[in-house]
């Protein structure tokens, strides 16, 4: 059974910065894709950003520039820094990973005040 477990989330002011984890374990194959997705309250979750096996990301418009994503392969991990947080950078953090279906984590809070 395939578990996927973030770490990081918090309150952070505004302009400040912070580093998500995600671990996963359980899985006999390598993910396609992993990465990180969020929720604010009210509104859809939205792709924060992604990377492939191969190394290719991508990320949201919206956290350009302020975002990086990083991937061990071979730990079955995945982590994203953002810099520079916002506000509406404030939503729950998903971790996910990708291999035919995707497998999602429990979240984690992430709360910027301004």
């Known amino acids: 059974q395939v578990q996927l477990v973030e770490s990081g989330g918090g309150l952070v002011q505004a302009g400040g910065s912070l580093r998500l984890s995600c671990a996963a374990s359980?899985?006999?194959?390598?993910?396609?894709?992993m990465g990180w997705y969020r929720q604010a309250p009210g509104k859809q979750r939205e792709l924060v950003a992604t990377m492939t096996s191969a190394g290719s990301t991508k990320y949201a418009n919206s956290v350009g520039g302020r975002a990086t994503i990083s991937r061990d392969n071979a730990k079955n991990t995945v982590d994203l820094q953002m810099t520079s947080l916002k506000p509406e950078d404030t939503a729950v953090y998903y971790c996910?990973?990708?291999?035919?279906?995707?497998?999602w984590g429990q979240g984690t809070q992430v709360t910027v005040s301004s």
């Open positions: 996910y990973a990708e291999k035919v279906f995707n497998f």
């Open positions: 359980g899985n006999r194959f390598s993910f396609n894709a």
